[in-house]
């Protein structure tokens, strides 16, 4: 383990197990988010998780590729946090993402 990224991989972490994803995937979608925005995972616990974002997306449609990309990876972020997709991309231009998984 090298990188923050790593940390759900090697713990065998199931937080978000109910939407299909284990501790190896979140780890890519992670690496993923740590190599294009600074993501640093800072908090995780039994199903959320807390990242801390270097640089937000700098264009308009990358954050709604970012937005969709949020979407398939915690999907209650939007279907029991903004209702939609539209009113949740404001978040994606601060300083920390935060997930929680039902």
Not at 54 to 79: K, M, R, W, Y
Request: negative net charge.
């Amino acid at each position: 383990m090298t990188r923050p990224a790593d940390v759900p991989a090697a713990i065998g972490w199931v937080g978000a197990c109910n939407v299909g994803l284990m501790g190896g995937q979140i780890s890519a979608v992670l690496r993923s988010w740590e190599d294009r925005f600074g993501a640093l995972l800072m908090q995780m616990s039994f199903d959320t998780m807390s990242l801390q974002i270097a640089q937000s997306p700098p264009a308009e449609d990358e954050l709604t590729v970012l937005g969709h990309e949020h979407a398939l990876f915690c999907p209650d972020n939007i279907t029991q946090g903004t209702d939609t997709l539209e009113a949740y991309l404001p978040q994606l231009s601060g300083k920390g993402w935060n997930f929680w998984w039902d």
